[in-house]
């Protein structure tokens, strides 16, 4: 999965192993596999120089994160959640975070995007079932710490409804927030969703000034 995003994605992003994400604020999440961050946020590879050891990134800076699995089943599902909502909010902008005037951000805290892969995996009817139970028993996780897709190869794709206006294909209305879980076999519309949704996060991540010296100031 590194490795596609690796052939696909702009030269403006970094993808590699992970450990855990940061924010300006020193927070740190849980075990996070995979990272994608922007070519402008400091890197911190000290035992990771040839790429295949792990390596941790800042929030403000990073565009999107996988967690991966060998067998996605109702347990390590339950795991991937909780890793991804550890992952620490960004500051807000205008704290540490000046947009440019010139560009309407788009989304900013749902950033970054939040991914779930997997070979294999239980069926989308459980998968789905999972899901809802995972969150009914844990409300307090906000909706921007919950993933933005869910895929698992030849089987199936799942996307977090993060927008307002999205319908299926027939036109159907499918409701903001809502987890929506599609057959496919091909895996076509998951890597290119991946793919597209990453790229235009890494569009917009320059046009913001992060104040990276406050990682610095936190050392003290």
Sequence with gaps: YAEFLRAHLPSSCNVFYGGFLFNLAGNESKQIDLIISSDSCPQFKFNNKDGSG????????????ASLKSNLDSKEL?????????IP???????????????????????????IYSPKGI???????SINKYYMENPSI???RRPNLIHVAGKYSVVRI?????????????HKDSFFGQEDSSDVFALAYAIEEIQRISVQMPHILFDYKKIR???F
């Design 54 to 65: 792990k390596s941790f990134a800042c929030t403000e800076g990073s565009v999107a994160c």
């Design 217 to 219: 100031l936190n050392m």
């Design 142 to 144: 906000p909706m921007v």
């Design 89 to 115: 909010l960004m500051e807000p902008l205008g704290q540490g975070a000046l947009p440019s005037p010139i560009i309407k951000l788009a989304f900013y805290d749902e950033w970054p995007f939040k991914i």
């Design 78 to 86: 339950e795991n991937a959640l909780e890793n991804i909502a550890s």
């Design 123 to 129: 069926s989308l009817e459980t998968l789905l079932s």
């Design 162 to 174: 993060y927008g307002d206006g999205a319908t299926t294909g027939d036109g159907t209305p499918i």
